[in-house]
């Protein structure tokens, strides 16, 4: 048990200190984001009459599609410097590596999240900081780092990885995404428990399932 | 070489292949039988509820198949031999046909009836979502540089593919839930069947079943053909 | 025996790097693999490194059995390949730091500094890695792979890109670790470092061991003119 999170935190601290270094992921990841609500604004026309609408559904198309940018960048660097067999050597269990890895995600996703709530309450007059929408958001970002940061470490090894991780991630994150919408959309409506209640139980069931599975399956991935 | 034996259990699988083969066209042949010219004209929907026989068996054959690839991820993850992960990758392969009959039959039932080429509803939408995660399985595997990897990877996304089927299923369930009226689908015949009807469907099933089962098995044996030719030219270097 | 392999072969699609493979390590023994380019040398020593499965045959390595519990080779094993493994955007420190906590070296701020002096790379640990000439990263790799204090050293053709201080002190840092009762398997072109400091000259060519002597006994000339191209005479 030890030996697990001495290797998790050690691949936490050193990503941490890689992205404090650079800050690359969180600047472009943010960016891009920021682009992804303003050409869905103009391709929704967010007027009062439509918000309540599709403002849920613009905010998690913004993270979602954020979240894939920012999983591509778990593993991309590893695998292009080489420093994923650096991983490998270690004489620790892989699922102690996902571990760090997911944590480092899971950071990255919830900093961003963080950063367009500002531009979600600013431009679209969405009452974003209500308790629930925030507990939603939370669970969402760990499932989706959850099933993303597998699957990101499966894709770097393809040919087509720009390609292949959507492909992979998007099906897996649909079950997040549906109650992520459909949460968020009670949330901002200011509805309690009795509405919200079923989407924030299968998101936390989700993030449950998929954080054991994957953890267990990481090494197949891992491997020699 | 092969021994007697394995020459015996060879012959004795292209026969029974065979065998298998024309029972299962025979029985496809009662089954249109059955289908055009015995089974009842229902009352609300006409001549195209017959499309029911075709969309529904193939749909749950398609998600036969999806626990035929989940038993051979597993098996694979765990005992790490070719054959499990052959048994997953033909799964595959036989299912995405299954579903793509499935969901096809189902846009053409879905427009005269609801007017739609497709819904939202939550059969269909797990049906579609499954679909999709075979199309990347098999995806996957040809965009990975090493078979071994392929395997791998591939059984990781069998293996998560599961519960992901249950999770897509019930958010789709609780979404229409929340939408009633704008979801409906041909999942929503679920009231009790006319027996003859209910008879025609069980018949259709049944054939749809063994219909797969040889076609995994004829799969299974090629994969199996294909590495023994790649054991064979890697040996000749 | 410190490191034992039979019969090991190794296919990828539709090559075979390795045919079959025996070789044998004693505890203490630095053996030095020579070979063409592309006779499977790297191969050998990525699988020797569980970086890669051999597709048939069996090993062990320092004194665990293959597979078995990887992590217990994986903890008394130190490889040095073509790449330095380090983290471009990190310091020579910070870098060491997180290979110590990952193969969880108890002393780690006082075990980096000292791999860091022992490779010459003391003053310059707090400079990022991206910084440093090609040979100088190198150094760091080498501190990297002895960090733990492995029982054996996997070197695939450690000696490119240094220049001759750098390889007389790559030289005594091995002497050292030889001292220490660890061995060495180092793949290398360089066929009078190789033979200075082996014991044993292994040649490797299209995926078999075609010699397996004592150094004292490789004729550095017709080792020369073998590895030059020459395929008449093995030595």
Request: aromatic residues 10%.
């Amino acid at each position: 048990m030890r030996a697990y999170w001495r290797g998790a935190l050690a691949v936490y601290r050193k990503d941490l200190l890689l992205e404090a270094r650079s800050k690359e992921a969180v600047s472009t990841v943010a960016v891009f984001s920021l682009l992804v609500v303003f050409i869905f604004s103009f391709a929704f026309d967010p007027s009062p009459r439509t918000l309540a609408l599709v403002g849920p559904g613009i905010i998690w198309v913004s993270y979602t599609f954020g979240g894939i940018l920012g999983l591509n960048r778990a593993f991309s660097h590893e695998k292009d410097k080489g420093t994923l067999e650096g991983l490998v050597l270690a004489p620790l269990s892989k699922d102690a590596i996902y571990m760090g890895k997911f944590m480092g995600t899971l950071t990255l996703m919830l900093i961003v999240e963080l950063l367009m709530l500002p531009v979600f309450l600013f431009f679209f007059d969405l009452n974003v900081l209500s308790f629930w929408f925030l507990v939603i958001a939370l669970l969402a970002a760990t499932g989706f780092a959850a099933v993303g940061t597998l699957f990101s470490a499966i894709a770097v090894n393809t040919r087509s990885r720009e390609v292949m991780l959507p492909l992979l991630f998007l099906p897996m994150a649909l079950p997040v995404v549906i109650a992520a919408v459909a949460g968020t959309e009670d949330a901002l409506a200011g509805r309690g428990w009795a509405a919200l209640g079923q989407w924030v139980q299968l998101l936390i069931a989700y993030d449950f399932i998929f954080i054991v599975l994957s953890s267990l399956t990481f090494e197949f991935v891992l491997e020699e | 070489m092969a021994s007697a034996q394995q020459v015996r259990q060879r012959s004795f699988t292209g026969v029974a292949g065979l065998g298998l083969l024309v029972i299962v066209a025979i029985l496809l042949l009662v089954d249109l039988a059955l289908i055009f010219l015995w089974a009842p004209t229902e009352l609300v929907l006409g001549e195209v509820q017959r499309i029911f026989y075709l969309h529904v068996p193939s749909a749950l054959v398609g998600f036969m198949a999806f626990a035929v690839v989940a038993v051979g991820s597993v098996g694979y993850f765990w005992k790490r031999t070719a054959k499990w992960d052959r048994l997953a990758h033909s799964a595959v392969e036989v299912g995405v046909m299954f579903f793509t009959v499935a969901l096809i039959s189902g846009a053409i039932w879905a427009k005269p009836v609801w007017g739609t080429w497709w819904t939202w509803d939550p059969q269909l939408t797990t049906t579609f979502v499954l679909w999709v995660v075979y199309l990347v399985y098999l995806m996957v595997r040809a965009y990975v540089p090493s078979k071994d990897q392929a395997a791998r990877y591939s059984a990781v996304i069998g293996i998560m593919g599961f519960p992901l089927v249950l999770l897509v299923y019930r958010a789709a369930e609780l979404w229409a839930g929340i939408h009633p009226g704008t979801v409906v689908g041909p999942g929503a015949e679920s009231d009790a069947l006319d027996k003859d009807i209910s008879l025609v469907f069980t018949f259709s099933l049944a054939t749809f079943t063994l219909l797969f089962v040889y076609l995994l098995w004829q799969r299974v044996l090629v994969h199996k053909a294909e590495e023994t030719v790649e054991e064979l030219r890697a040996s000749i270097k | 025996m410190a490191v034992s392999l039979h019969s090991v072969r190794h296919t990828f699609g539709r090559t075979s790097a390795l045919l079959d493979i025996g070789l044998g390590v004693a505890w203490g023994e630095c053996v030095a693999l020579f070979g063409h380019n592309g006779a499977g040398k790297t191969t050998l020593l990525r699988i020797m490194a569980t970086l890669l499965k051999p597709t048939s045959g069996t090993m062990q390595m320092a004194g665990h059995p293959y597979p078995g519990d990887r992590s217990l080779i994986r903890a008394a094993t130190g490889f040095l390949g073509h790449q330095p493994l380090l983290y471009d955007d990190l310091t020579s420190r910070e870098n060491l730091r997180f290979y110590g906590r990952l193969f969880d070296v108890s002393d780690v701020e006082s075990r980096v500094s000292e791999v860091l002096e022992a490779v010459g790379m003391e003053r310059m640990a707090e400079r990022r890695v991206r910084t440093l000439s090609n040979g100088m990263q190198k150094r760091v790799a080498l501190a990297r792979a002895l960090l733990h204090r492995p029982k054996v050293l996997l070197l695939d053709e450690p000696e490119t890109g240094l220049d001759q201080a750098s390889l007389t002190l790559l030289e005594q840092v091995l002497k050292d670790s030889l001292q220490t009762g660890a061995s060495i398997v180092m793949a290398t072109h360089d066929v009078d470092f190789g033979l200075r400091l082996a014991h044993r000259a292994v040649v490797i060519d299209g995926g078999r061991v075609v010699k397996d002597v004592p150094a004292s006994e490789m004729d550095a000339d017709a080792l020369r003119e073998l590895l030059a191209g020459h395929r008449e005479h093995t030595p």
